[in-house]
């Protein structure tokens, strides 16, 4: 699979380098009071829609304590205006916005995505509190032996009975770079194994794309579709799918350079059938 000659596995670093330039260049122009940083000419601001994708490059050994001190002090505080501004608007909107929270959630939508802070479901979906239930790790993975995400799926399912599960990769994914790194990453080894396992199953397809970006994407988009798979194997969405017709899974990537999901068109009927020749679970 690896194979140094061709470097077909190792992605450089120009796709994950485009993507952090593409990220950067976004204009927030919102008005917002603004933080300094200590020691530096520039500053973050303090509302959430203004601030920006980057933190800035500070060198923070040249800091005095007290200087970080004051900075730690203002980036936690910032977040509980951040809060009070965004619990006051929902109250102006809709007085009754937070009774009706307190009763209880109905998502939707049950959405596994990528931990990256560059992907937050609701606000790139333009979705609400209360729309979609949330389940977040390094490159959206589905791992069978992850308790975690097992028991939020089932429970997503079971419980508050989402209609639909999205996975949702994105483009310059770090974690998916990382898995391809010929390198030993330590605890992150076995995680990250489960991508590697992706690339072995369309070893073919991907070796046949003789551009790195271009395949390093393709990967992306594979990963995803194989952490559907993954969904689909669960005996709580083959039984649910059975009963009710729902939930329906979906395979979307999110792209940086324009900010748009792209839906993979995941038949969900299609590779429902072809799971259960060896998976079936609705005995
Ligand atoms: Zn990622």
């Not at 006051?88 to 939508?109: R, T, V």
Request: hydrophobic residues 35%.
């Amino acid at each position: 699979m690896f194979r140094s000659s061709r470097s077909a596995f190792s992605i450089s670093s120009r796709a994950q380098t485009q993507a952090k330039v593409r990220v950067s260049q976004p204009s927030f122009a919102r008005p917002s009071t603004f933080i300094s940083y200590p020691n530096s000419s520039r500053s973050i601001s303090s509302t959430r829609s203004a601030a920006s994708p980057r933190q800035p490059d500070t060198n923070w050994r040249a800091m005095a304590e007290t200087d970080i001190s004051k900075y730690l002090r203002q980036t936690h505080e910032r977040v509980f205006e951040c809060n009070r501004t965004w619990a006051a608007e929902q109250k102006a909107k809709n007085p009754d916005f937070f009774a009706l929270l307190s009763e209880g959630q109905n998502p939707e939508y049950l959405w596994i995505g990528c931990s990256d802070s560059r992907i937050p479901a609701e606000q790139i979906t333009g979705l609400e509190a209360g729309d979609v239930f949330v389940h977040r790790n390094i490159a959206n993975l589905v791992c069978n032996t992850d308790l975690n995400v097992m028991s939020v799926i089932t429970y997503a399912v079971q419980h508050l009975k989402v209609k639909h599960i999205v996975v949702c990769g994105h483009y310059g994914c770090g974690g998916v770079k990382a898995a391809m790194t010929p390198k030993d990453m330590g605890i992150l080894n076995p995680w990250l194994r489960n991508i590697r396992d992706v690339y072995r199953l369309h070893e073919n397809e991907l070796d046949a794309i003789p551009d790195e970006d271009t395949r390093y994407e393709r990967l992306v988009e594979l990963n995803v579709i194989e952490q559907c798979r993954n969904v689909m194997k669960t005996a709580s969405v083959q039984q649910s799918y059975a009963e009710n017709r729902f939930p329906i899974v979906h395979a979307w990537v999110f792209g940086f350079r324009d900010g748009l999901l792209k839906d993979l068109k995941f038949d969900h009927e299609k590779v429902l059938k072809e799971i259960q020749k060896v998976y079936n679970l609705t005995g």
